[in-house]
């Protein structure tokens, strides 16, 4: 079992870059695979990207696609959400999400979540 806390939210404008990180309590969180989603208000929360108990697996929500990237710190109990070329669009409420092993994109999938941390890009 893990408990993921995110942080590093804030304001930011249009083209400016931000990290999110993602710091899990419990024991073995390198064998969990870690995914970051989002979800404004009266809507559904989304896939951002995940990250795998193999790092070389990881997956990206179309939109993110070479702008977002997905490291993690097995050392630190850490993952990151490093975010390029921020949009307004982007202006949400991200969550870190934790479930065994290998990745997946639907919420549902994941069994441990943290708070969330808001991130508002403006234009």
């Known amino acids: 079992q893990v408990r993921p806390v995110e942080s590093g939210g804030g304001l930011v404008q249009a083209g400016d870059s931000m990290r999110l990180s993602c710091v899990a309590s419990g024991h073995l969180f390198s064998t969990y695979a870690m995914g970051w989603f989002r979800q404004a208000p009266g809507k559904e929360r989304e896939f951002v990207a995940a990250?795998?108990?193999?790092?070389?697996?990881?997956d990206y929500e179309d939109s993110v696609k070479g702008r977002f990237t997905i490291p993690r710190d097995n050392a630190k109990n850490a993952v990151y959400l490093q975010m390029s070329s921020l949009k307004p669009e982007d202006t949400t409420v991200y969550y870190c999400?934790?479930?065994?092993?290998?990745?997946?994109?639907?919420?549902?999938?994941?069994?441990?979540w943290g708070q969330g941390t808001e991130v508002t890009v403006s234009s």
């Open positions: 999400a934790a479930r065994p092993r290998e990745i997946e994109n639907q919420p549902w999938e994941y069994n441990y």
């Open positions: 990250i795998g108990e193999i790092p070389r697996d990881k």
